[in-house]
């Protein structure tokens, strides 16, 4: 006999596939017209994958002689909920050891970013404390940052290294990573980011030159080796950081390695990171408060995700990413939360309330941007992103009579998020509050 499905859940009030067309991303348009079906069920095969989507009636019909490992009938609730695609999460840095909340005060009372940094503070800080730290602690904070993520509807979400800057915390790092991957439900898009600042008492050409001819040589090693997995590629190429020739040469050497790049750019001045980016074929890049007009076209005709991250924005009080102009240019934008020690935040509904206050996106934009867009950004949205048969079975349960409430009631998640399921499987129940 078959094996039972694993999960039915049905009667939902909305189910939000996000898209139906096996689409890898959602331009302006698309985005303003998300796939979503009043009354409808879902089915999750014992591998854990979408195997019908659609109108409950059908669904009833179709599956009413099969076994499930379990079923959730939406109609015996409360309030009759709304079913959502899992939030995917395109940019964080949550392995570190050391918070900066005395830094927060300072930016606070004035300083910027760059003055923390050149003091020795910010990136510097943070890589101090992380190197001092044993593994077994960054994989302990780590696990809990992600279980915070997942409940608030994150089920895949990008992590980066970046806190070591010489081989061997680069590699803890990295390490705490992979161990994150094969422990947690969450799914982990892995970024290698030695490039993230240039170490204290090097220049920009030893730095470079301790990446591309150590640091990558080792995680190719380790990657060959299936010891470690690492997806993309990142540099934070910014003006008294890595410049764009150094930033250049790091990202090819990535790509030449199978990486995906994937890299913070144009966040302070507008450094030409995009159109560079563009050139390379970056499948994303970050930040982009300071992008041009040409930088915006280059990644509109290259197909390179712009991943915008509304709480930098907001703490650091810089100018807003031109939301607008990208959508209005065919850019495919995505969004992250930057979870880092500067901009403290696990949560992607805030974020996509923030995109959408401060960075005038429609809420349907912010979800898909949220969704499939990011998915895109992160390589993965043949597989995540939407509910689509043969994806990850990855969603969300809100109680709530339409999804918009998980944008609208700005910290509001806690509450509305009664369910998160990753394939097929409930993560985290709101009722009953499981220890991840
Ligand atoms: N801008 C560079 N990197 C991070 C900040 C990391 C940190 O300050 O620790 C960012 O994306 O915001
Ligand atoms: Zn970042």
């Known amino acids: 006999m078959s094996r039972p499905y694993r999960l039915l859940v049905k009667n939902a009030k909305q189910l939000v596939l996000i898209c139906k067309n096996s ?4 331009t302006k348009d698309g985005m303003q017209n998300l796939c979503v079906i009043e009354n409808g069920s879902i089915v999750i095969g014992s591998d854990g994958l979408i195997k019908a989507v659609g109108p409950a009636e059908t669904i009833r019909a179709q599956y009413a002689e099969a076994l499930f490992d379990k079923v959730i009938d939406a109609a015996g609730m409360c309030v009759l909920p709304v079913l959502v695609s899992g939030l995917v999460d395109a940019h964080t840095h949550p392995v570190w050891a050391g918070d900066r909340v005395h830094e927060f005060a300072m930016k606070l009372a004035g300083a910027t970013y760059m003055d923390v940094h050149r003091a020795g503070g910010g990136i510097h800080f943070t890589v101090e404390h992380t190197q001092a730290a044993p593994a077994s602690d960054l994989l302990a904070s780590l696990r809990s940052r992600l279980v915070r993520m997942q409940r608030a509807g994150t089920t895949l979400a990008e992590c980066k290294s970046g806190y070591g800057l010489e081989l061997q915390t680069e590699l803890k790092m990295l390490e705490v990573i992979e161990e994150a ?3 947690l439900p969450i799914n982990i898009s892995a970024t290698y980011c030695g490039a993230h600042a240039v170490p204290k008492g090097k220049t920009v050409v030893e730095a470079t030159e301790d990446i591309l001819r150590v640091q990558l040589p080792r995680l190719k090693e380790r990657m060959s080796a299936g010891t470690l997995r690492v997806d993309n ?3 934070f190429c910014e003006q008294g950081v890595f410049d764009l020739s150094s930033s250049r040469s790091i990202l090819q050497a990535g790509k030449q390695m199978g990486l995906n790049i994937n890299f913070h750019g144009d966040e302070l001045h507008p450094m030409n990171s995009a159109q560079m980016g563009a050139e390379l074929g970056a499948l994303a890049i970050s930040h982009l408060e300071e992008v041009t007009d040409a930088g915006i ?13 509304p709480t930098t924005a907001y703490i650091l009080r810089l100018p807003q990413p031109r939301a607008r102009d990208m959508l209005d240019a065919g850019v495919i934008v995505a969004l992250g939360s930057d979870f880092n020690p500067n901009a403290y935040c696990c949560s992607m509904p805030i974020v996509m309330h923030l995109a959408c206050v401060n960075m005038r996106m429609s809420m349907p934009e912010a979800l898909a941007a949220a969704t499939i867009n990011a998915a895109y950004a992160l390589g993965r949205s043949h597989t995540h992103g939407s509910l689509e048969v043969n994806k990850h079975g990855d969603l969300l349960l809100l109680n709530a009579t339409r ?3 998980l944008i609208y009631q700005l910290g509001g998640h806690q509450e509305l998020i009664r369910y998160v399921i990753i394939k097929g499987d409930i993560v985290y129940d ?3 509050i499981l220890d991840l």
């Open 297 to 309: 076209a280059a990644m509109a005709k290259a197909k390179t995700a712009a991943v915008l991250l």
């Open 403 to 405: 999804w918009e409430h």
């Open 181 to 183: 991957r094969r422990s």
């Open 430 to 432: 709101n009722n009953k």
């Open 23 to 26: 689409e890898k991303y959602l």
């Open 233 to 235: 590629i990142d540099v």
